[in-house]
């Protein structure tokens, strides 16, 4: 019998309440993640990746209802109560944010905010908190880290502030780690050097990591497996090498041919998928990307559509697989 992977999500669903009324964040989101496995997130903005990770996380709004399983080695978490989910956070579970600077506490220096769930969950006194808040950020190469014990936030810069984040990420050696679009208004070389230093430690520590982005090159790099995410729903799934060999779905084919490539003449326009994302109280019963996809049909609004096996461990969900592969 095969052991039960570190992550279990079946069935996800969210609503979430709008002044327009409730909406449907999440649609039956389901995905395990093996320990040291590598999963991305891929997807337009407004596509649920971000809901996705804050409801691994219980860090959804007030008010937002929860349906489905979410298991972290055989523990449903979804019934928790906040204290234990504060046990879970930044323990077994952490996550590196978008954005390092509303991320970090403004008025504490870097050392203590590193300090703080080390004495949290470690029981640390301060002075070994300190000791491993330096050994920490030496670890993600944050240069001069012991000066910059003592800095505060607006004292970095913005690549120094995302090291410091996924410095305080690590700090309990989580068993999963998620990765919300951690390079996020950094510049190119930056962003390089953030996403090699996350997978360095993910390979280092065998944690698994769970990678959002909406980045194709980012996937195609830096994760095994990826589920592509349109109207709170996957819509495509597999090996990431089987997802870019095949692009069964319409909306993956869109998002890779609006891509930008090396060599292309000047003056050339990229492609661009027609329409955008749908507010979450407006997606339609079926199909969330029905009403910007050429392929539509009427049985595509109606209903959503089943994951359809592509080949092995590779699915999509559209009902119009083979109208999409004969254009190809």
Request: charged content about 20%.
């Amino acid at each position: 019998m095969s052991p039960a992977p570190l992550l279990e999500v079946r069935d996800l669903r969210v609503t979430l309440a709008t002044p327009r009324g409730p909406a449907d964040a999440l649609r039956g989101i389901s995905f395990t993640l093996e320990r040291g496995q590598t999963l991305g997130l891929i997807g337009e903005s407004g596509c649920g990746k971000s809901i996705t990770a804050l409801a691994l996380m219980g860090l959804l709004p007030e008010r937002a209802q929860v349906a489905g399983s979410v298991r972290l080695d055989g523990r449903e978490l979804n019934a928790l109560a906040e204290p234990d989910w504060c046990k879970l956070r930044g323990n077994r579970l952490a996550m590196v944010f978008q954005e390092p600077m509303t991320a970090l506490n403004p008025l504490h220096p870097i050392g203590r905010q590193i300090a703080e769930s080390l004495r949290l969950h470690k029981q640390m006194d301060a002075r070994a908190a300190r000791a491993e808040a330096l050994r920490l950020l030496q670890r993600v190469q944050l240069p001069q880290a012991e000066r910059r014990l003592d800095a505060y936030p607006h004292q970095l810069s913005g690549g120094q502030r995302q090291r410091v984040v996924i410095a305080i990420a690590l700090a309990c050696g989580p068993d999963l780690l998620i990765a919300d679009e951690p390079t996020t208004a950094l510049d190119v070389t930056i962003q390089r050097e953030v996403l090699d230093l996350i997978a360095q430690l993910v390979a280092e520590d065998g944690m698994a990591l769970l990678l959002i982005s909406h980045d194709l090159g980012v996937m195609a790099e830096n994760v095994q497996r990826m589920l592509v995410m349109y109207g709170g729903t996957v819509v495509e799934s597999g090996p990431t090498d089987a997802v870019f060999r095949q692009l069964a779905h319409p909306y993956t084919r869109g998002l890779f041919a609006a891509r930008p490539r090396l060599g292309l003449p000047r003056g050339h326009r990229l492609a661009t998928i027609p329409g955008r994302v749908p507010e979450l109280i407006d997606l339609p019963d079926g199909c969330g990307f029905a009403e910007r996809c050429t392929l539509a049909v009427d049985a595509c609004r109606r209903a959503l559509p089943p994951a359809v096996e592509v080949a092995t461990d590779h699915a999509a969900r559209c009902i119009r697989l083979d109208a999409a592969q004969a254009l190809a």
